[in-house]
C-alpha cells in the first residue's frame, strides 16, 4: 500500500476541513494562491510539500530510490525543523529569531512561511458552533462546558504529576540501598529468626505441657 | 498475450475476440451503462486503494502553476480536480475521453465542487487526438490505456503532443509479482468482482469485462518497451501494491 500517499492523504484531508470551518478560509489563503511550501521535519521520514489554491493539497516526495530532481514536486520556500519547533512557527515575527537560532533552516521566499503561519495562527473557527451542528445547540453548550472542566482538571492532574515526578526524582536515590543498609538489613532477619526459633520452642513446651496435663 | 492464430482485423475484448472496428463502441456501452455508478464501484472494487494510486502518480508527476496537462480517458475527472488546483489560473488542464458519457458525469461533478475556472472537456479518441503538437508539459491516462484498441497507434498519438521535456505517466492494471497474491487477486476479480458489479451497479457483465481487459493488458515490461518503440525516452515503471497497479513514466526530449 502506498503508505505516504495514505499519510499525505490523511493530513490533507484534515486540514482542509479544518480551514473550511473558518467562514474566510478562502481569503485568508488568498496571499498564498499557486504557492508551495515544503516542510521537512526532522522527526519524520519524509517532507511534505504544501500546495494552495482556494484549499491545500499535499503533495509527497516519491521514494529516494527512484526520484530524481525531476519528480520532486517544486516549491518556493523549504523549511526544515523539528517537531517541537513547530508549534513556535504560529508566531511568524519568530521566524527570523528562530533562523538566526539555527533552529529552523530555510531556502527560498520566507513571505510563503510567514503567510502560511499568519493562516495557522488566524484562523478563526467557532469549534462550538460546528459541533452544535452534528449534536444540536444545548449538547454542544454541555459538551464544553465539560470539556473547559476537564482541561481544567487535566492541567491540575498535570502539575500533580509532575510535582510527584520532581519529588520522585529526590527521593529516587533510596530506591538503591547502601552498603549499610544491607547489612542492617541482613543482621535484622537473623536476629528474627532467632526470635522465631525460640517462639517456636516456646510453643513446643506448652504444647508438651498441655498434653501431660491432660 | 498470445498472438497466434488471431486473425488481423480483430482485437480482443475482455477475453472475447472482436472486430477492431467494433470495440470501440463495445467499450463505450461499458463505460456508458458504468457511468454514473463509476466512482462508487471503483471505491468499493478497491476499497479505496485507487485514490492512493492517483495520489502516487499525482506525486510524479511534478506537474507546476502555470503548465499544461492533458488528462487522458479522463472520465469523471478524478486527477483533473488536483491537476487544475496545481496548475492554478494560469495553467490548463484538459480532460478528454471518448466517451461523451463519462465527460458529462465528470463536468457536473467538478462544477459541483466549484472547478470550472481552467479545466476543458473534449470528446477524443486517444488514436488520434486532436491537439497541436508539442502542446502539453503532462499527459496522464489513468486506468484507460487497456481500453484502447490500437496503443501503440495511441502512444505515438500522445507523444506527438507532448512538449519537449514533458513526461507522460500511464497508470494501469498490471502484473502481481507474486504467485499466491495473483491468485487470490484472480479469484477476487472473477468471482467477488462481477457478483459486487452485480449488486451495487446491477452490470455483472461489464464488471466482468474489466476483469478480463486487466488480464489481457500488457505486463510491466512489455508496456515499457511500447512506450520505447513510441519515442518516449528514460522510461521506467513503479509497482504499488504488489503489482496490481503499475506507474509507467517516459519522457520526451
Ligand atoms: C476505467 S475509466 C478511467 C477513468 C479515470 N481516468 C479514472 O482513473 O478514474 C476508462 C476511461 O477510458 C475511456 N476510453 C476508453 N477508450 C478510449 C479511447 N480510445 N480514447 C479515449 N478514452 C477512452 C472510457 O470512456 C473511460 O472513461
Same mark, same amino acid.
Given at each position: 500500500?502506498?503508505?505516504?500517499?495514505?499519510?499525505?492523504?490523511?493530513?490533507?484531508?484534515? +486540514?482542509?476541513?479544518?480551514?473550511?470551518?473558518?467562514?474566510?478560509?478562502?481569503?485568508? +489563503?488568498?496571499?498564498?494562491?499557486?504557492?508551495?511550501?515544503?516542510?521537512?521535519?526532522?522527526?519524520?521520514?519524509?517532507?511534505?510539500?504544501?500546495?494552495?489554491?482556494?484549499?491545500?493539497?499535499?503533495?509527497?516526495?516519491?521514494?529516494?530510490?527512484?526520484?530524481?530532481?525531476?519528480?520532486?514536486?517544486?516549491?518556493?520556500?523549504?523549511?526544515?525543523?523539528?517537531?517541537?519547533?513547530?508549534?513556535?512557527?504560529?508566531?511568524?515575527?519568530?521566524?527570523?529569531?528562530?533562523?538566526?537560532?539555527? =533552529?529552523?533552516?530555510?531556502?527560498?521566499?520566507?513571505?510563503?512561511?510567514?503567510?502560511?503561519?499568519?493562516?495557522?495562527?488566524?484562523?478563526?473557527?467557532?469549534?462550538?458552533?460546528?459541533?452544535?451542528?452534528?449534536?444540536?445547540?444545548?449538547?454542544?453548550?454541555?459538551?464544553?462546558?465539560?470539556?473547559?472542566?476537564?482541561?481544567? =482538571?487535566?492541567?491540575?492532574?498535570?502539575?500533580?504529576?509532575?510535582?510527584?515526578?520532581?519529588?520522585?526524582?529526590?527521593?529516587?536515590?533510596?530506591?538503591?540501598?547502601?552498603?549499610?543498609?544491607?547489612?542492617?538489613?541482613?543482621?535484622?532477619?537473623?536476629?528474627?529468626?532467632?526470635?522465631?526459633?525460640?517462639?517456636?520452642?516456646?510453643?513446643?513446651? +506448652?504444647? !508438651?505441657?498441655?498434653?501431660?496435663? !491432660? | 498475450?498470445?498472438?497466434?492464430?488471431?486473425?488481423? #482485423?480483430?482485437?480482443?475484448?475482455?477475453?472475447?475476440?472482436?472486430?477492431?472496428?467494433?470495440?470501440?463502441?463495445?467499450? *463505450?456501452?461499458?463505460?456508458?451503462?458504468? *457511468?454514473?455508478?463509476? %466512482?462508487?464501484?471503483?471505491?468499493?472494487?478497491?476499497?479505496?486503494?485507487?485514490?492512493?494510486?492517483?495520489?502516487? @502518480?499525482?506525486?510524479?508527476?511534478?506537474?507546476?502553476?502555470?503548465?499544461?496537462?492533458? %488528462?487522458?480517458?479522463?472520465?469523471?475527472?478524478?486527477? /483533473? /480536480?488536483?491537476?487544475?488546483?496545481?496548475?492554478?489560473?494560469?495553467?490548463?488542464?484538459?480532460?478528454?475521453?471518448?466517451?461523451?458519457?463519462?465527460?458529462?458525469?465528470?463536468? %457536473?461533478?467538478?462544477? %459541483?465542487?466549484?472547478?470550472?475556472?481552467?479545466?476543458?472537456?473534449?470528446?477524443?479518441?486517444?488514436?488520434?487526438?486532436?491537439?497541436?503538437?508539442?502542446?502539453?508539459?503532462?499527459?496522464?491516462? /489513468?486506468?484507460?490505456?487497456?481500453?484502447?484498441?490500437?496503443?501503440?497507434?495511441?502512444?505515438?498519438?500522445?507523444?506527438?503532443?507532448?512538449?519537449?521535456?514533458?513526461?507522460?505517466?500511464?497508470?494501469?492494471?498490471?502484473?502481481?509479482?507474486?504467485?499466491?497474491?495473483?491468485?487470490?487477486?484472480?479469484?477476487?476479480?472473477? #468471482?467477488?468482482?462481477?457478483?459486487?458489479?452485480?449488486?451495487?451497479?446491477?452490470? @455483472?457483465?461489464?464488471?466482468?469485462?474489466? @476483469?478480463?481487459?486487466?488480464?489481457?493488458?500488457?505486463?510491466?515490461?512489455?508496456?515499457?518497451?511500447?512506450?520505447?518503440? /513510441?519515442?518516449?525516452?528514460?522510461?521506467?515503471?513503479?509497482?504499488?501494491?504488489?503489482?496490481?497497479?503499475?506507474?509507467?513514466?517516459?519522457?520526451?526530449?
Amino acid at each position: 500500500m502506498p503508505a505516504k500517499q495514505l499519510a499525505g492523504g490523511a493530513i490533507e484531508a484534515l +486540514l482542509n476541513t479544518i480551514i473550511k470551518l473558518d467562514p474566510i478560509s478562502a481569503k485568508r +489563503l488568498q496571499p498564498l494562491q499557486d504557492k508551495r511550501l515544503k516542510v521537512s521535519i526532522k522527526e519524520l521520514p519524509w517532507p511534505l510539500t504544501f500546495a494552495f489554491s482556494d484549499r491545500v493539497d499535499v503533495l509527497t516526495q516519491v521514494d529516494a530510490a527512484q526520484s530524481t530532481n525531476k519528480l520532486e514536486p517544486s516549491a518556493d520556500c523549504h523549511i526544515s525543523l523539528q517537531m517541537g519547533t513547530l508549534s513556535e512557527l504560529k508566531d511568524s515575527s519568530q521566524i527570523t529569531r528562530l533562523i538566526q537560532e539555527k =533552529r529552523l533552516d530555510l531556502e527560498g521566499d520566507i513571505h510563503v512561511a510567514q503567510h502560511f503561519s499568519t493562516l495557522v495562527k488566524d484562523l478563526n473557527i467557532d469549534w462550538e458552533e460546528h459541533l452544535s451542528r452534528y449534536v444540536g445547540d444545548v449538547a454542544a453548550h454541555q459538551f464544553f462546558l465539560m470539556a473547559e472542566k476537564a482541561k481544567v =482538571r487535566l492541567s491540575h492532574g498535570l502539575q500533580h504529576i509532575s510535582t510527584m515526578l520532581k519529588e520522585g526524582a529526590i527521593e529516587e536515590k533510596k530506591l538503591i540501598p547502601h552498603a549499610v543498609e544491607i547489612e542492617q538489613f541482613v543482621s535484622d532477619i537473623s536476629s528474627l529468626r532467632g526470635q522465631v526459633g525460640r517462639l517456636e520452642a516456646r510453643i513446643e513446651h +506448652l504444647v !508438651n505441657q498441655a498434653k501431660t496435663q !491432660n | 498475450m498470445n498472438n497466434e492464430n488471431i486473425p488481423e #482485423n480483430t482485437t480482443h475484448f475482455g477475453f472475447k475476440q472482436v472486430e477492431k472496428t467494433d470495440k470501440a463502441s463495445m467499450v *463505450a456501452e461499458v463505460f456508458h451503462s458504468v *457511468a454514473d455508478k463509476y %466512482d462508487v464501484m471503483n471505491d468499493v472494487m478497491s476499497l479505496g486503494i485507487h485514490r492512493l494510486w492517483k495520489r502516487y @502518480a499525482i506525486d510524479c508527476s511534478g506537474i507546476r502553476p502555470g503548465q499544461k496537462v492533458l %488528462d487522458l480517458a479522463g472520465g469523471t475527472g478524478d486527477l /483533473a /480536480a488536483k491537476f487544475s488546483r496545481l496548475t492554478g489560473p494560469k495553467g490548463q488542464v484538459i480532460v478528454a475521453d471518448i466517451n461523451a458519457s463519462m465527460l458529462q458525469v465528470g463536468r %457536473d461533478r467538478l462544477r %459541483d465542487k466549484g472547478i470550472v475556472g481552467n479545466v476543458e472537456w473534449v470528446q477524443a479518441d486517444a488514436e488520434h487526438l486532436p491537439f497541436p503538437e508539442n502542446h502539453f508539459d503532462l499527459v496522464t491516462i /489513468a486506468f484507460g490505456l487497456r481500453n484502447v484498441t490500437d496503443k501503440d497507434q495511441a502512444l505515438r498519438s500522445m507523444y506527438r503532443v507532448l512538449k519537449p521535456g514533458g513526461r507522460l505517466l500511464v497508470l494501469e492494471f498490471s502484473k502481481p509479482e507474486s504467485e499466491t497474491f495473483s491468485k487470490i487477486y484472480d479469484w477476487y476479480s472473477f #468471482n467477488l468482482l462481477p457478483n459486487m458489479g452485480k449488486v451495487i451497479a446491477n452490470d @455483472a457483465e461489464s464488471y466482468q469485462y474489466l @476483469a478480463e481487459s486487466i488480464r489481457m493488458h500488457p505486463d510491466q515490461e512489455t508496456l515499457k518497451s511500447m512506450m520505447d518503440s /513510441a519515442g518516449f525516452e528514460q522510461t521506467s515503471y513503479h509497482n504499488l501494491t504488489g503489482g496490481i497497479v503499475a506507474l509507467h513514466r517516459g519522457f520526451k526530449f
